[in-house]
């Protein structure tokens, strides 16, 4: 059974960057074809797609967020990893990290979630 | 990018109902549609992938249905565990984007 968990500071100030780790058990992160995702949801609100990533290092963004986003993987460690710089309360959301099958083109296994609250 | 509008935003209902939730595209998206169920302080659950094709280990009492830019998920007699919110999300094109929710709340 595939697991992802997520890991990360809770609190980040304004202007600075947020860093995350999805940690995946259970399975290789380079076996099958999957994208490896994430996705935020402020408290109360709806999903935003934030970006994926290939195990060949492709990497999709979303665009609202792309001049601040980086997501990476480490196949070393069965990771992947996201990058938000210059963030601000309105980056304060849960943020979860999953998995997507190529051949459904949807998220079939999720993290639990882990919030991030962006304020000095 | 692609707006996805689901109806209604809320609704109430009783165990045992048969309930049904649509969502719009603003554009056709063929089939590349999924349903998901969250739960408070929970990961949303894959229901239906694909408009239409359930999820493994996910009840029958779900179906999905449609495609281009008007689909339904139909929950066929609510069960108590159930009463959650559902999204739709759409995989047609980048951004993926998602419904803004439906809230299904016990009456």
């Known amino acids: 059974q595939v697991q992802l968990q997520e890991s990360g500071p809770g609190l980040v100030k304004p202007s600075q960057t947020l860093s995350l780790t999805c940690t995946v058990s259970g399975g290789s992160i380079t076996r099958g074809s999957y994208f490896w995702t994430w996705i935020r949801q402020p408290a109360g609100k709806g999903l935003e797609w934030i970006g994926r990533i290939f195990i060949s290092g492709d990497t999709n963004y979303n665009p609202s967020l792309k001049s601040r986003v980086t997501i990476s993987v480490d196949t070393s460690k069965n990771q992947f990893s996201l990058r938000l710089t210059s963030v601000t309360a309105a980056d304060t959301a849960v943020y979860y990290c999953a998995r997507e099958s190529v051949d459904m083109a949807s998220h079939d296994y999720w993290g639990q979630g882990t919030l991030v609250t962006v304020s000095s | 990018d692609v707006q996805m509008t689901q109806s209604p935003a809320s609704v109430s209902a009783s165990v045992g109902d048969r309930v049904t939730i649509t969502c719009r595209a603003s554009?056709?998206?063929?089939?590349?549609l999924a349903w998901f169920q969250q739960k408070p302080g929970k990961a949303p659950k894959l229901l239906i992938y694909?408009?239409?094709s359930l999820q493994s280990g996910v009840p029958a009492r779900f179906s999905g249905s449609g495609s281009g830019t008007d689909f339904t998920l139909t929950i066929s007699s609510l069960q108590p565990e159930d009463f959650a919110t559902y999204y739709c999300?759409?995989?047609?094109?980048?951004?993926?984007?998602f419904g803004q929710g439906t809230r299904l709340e016990m009456k």
């Open positions: 694909d408009a239409s």
């Open positions: 999300q759409q995989s047609s094109s980048f951004p993926v984007t």
């Open positions: 554009q056709g998206i063929s089939s590349w």
